[in-house]
């Protein structure tokens, strides 16, 4: 994919922003809790984490017992934080390298128990997340389940560009905007702002890549919003989202 910053300059420069130990992002509340929770007991699992980030979420399933996770991201500052500070916290079973996730073929296992790719897809054109869903379906242990999130793909036709969330559709729609890249921006809570894209795909195109990867089972999804709880913990913050579909999540099984 050809950009005019890359998203690893982006990454790269933002990597600082990105870096949490708890909750501070939108999605932060609107979507990883709802990813933890489908991963269900990981207790002595090993999880594979694709475009893992500063390693956020693969902290969480550390602590929640899973036996291993590797991350790898193309960001080299993003892994640069994800190890800095799996070092600090002593996090020897978290294991980081730096790839582009579409070509990346060294493993560290040839199967894992759980797969989760957050918020990746919406780097990659349907060709390229085609690939990194049949790499992930050769990955998988025969009882594996793979995790992603992607942002919802009507959100951007749905909402005018404001705070605390948008991605900009330009002069495209729904069907005509297909692998064209969507530049946008998340609030934290705390005012910062961090730019994000989306190479734009329609909901059949998560479907059919799944499909090709060679996965038999329909996936369950999950189509992700702000909920009362949020609305009580900040109304201004995620009001202005009560009502918009944000983020889908798909869950599906390796074996059919
Ligand atoms: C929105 S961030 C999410 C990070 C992390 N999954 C999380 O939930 O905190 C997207 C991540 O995908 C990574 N990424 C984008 N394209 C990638 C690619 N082709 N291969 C590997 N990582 C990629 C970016 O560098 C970034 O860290």
Redesign the pocket.
Known sequence: ?NHIIS??S???DQ?EN?L?SEKI?L??YT??PI?LQELGSVTGQHLL?????????SRMILDAGAASVF?????SE?ISQAKSVAAELGLHKAIYEV????T?NRYPRTQFDQV?????F???TVK?MTQ?MTNVKSLLSPNGIFIF?VPHPCLPFMRNQSPPFYFKFGDKNYFEGVDVTFEGR?WRRDGIT?P?RCVHKTFTHYFEALQSAGFKKMPSIRELAVTEEHLTLDPEFFGPLKGYPLHLLFKVQANG
């Not at 790839?99 to 579409?102: E, F, I, K, L, T």
């Not at 989760?116 to 990746?120: M, N």
């Open positions: 994919m998203t690893e982006i990454y790269n990597a990105w949490r992002l999605s932060d979507a990883r990813v984490d694709i475009g893992c980030g500063e390693g956020y979420v991350g790898v991201d193309s960001s993003m790839s582009d996730a579409v990346f989760i790719a957050i918020f990746l919406n780097y990659l390229e990194v999130t998340i961090v994000v």
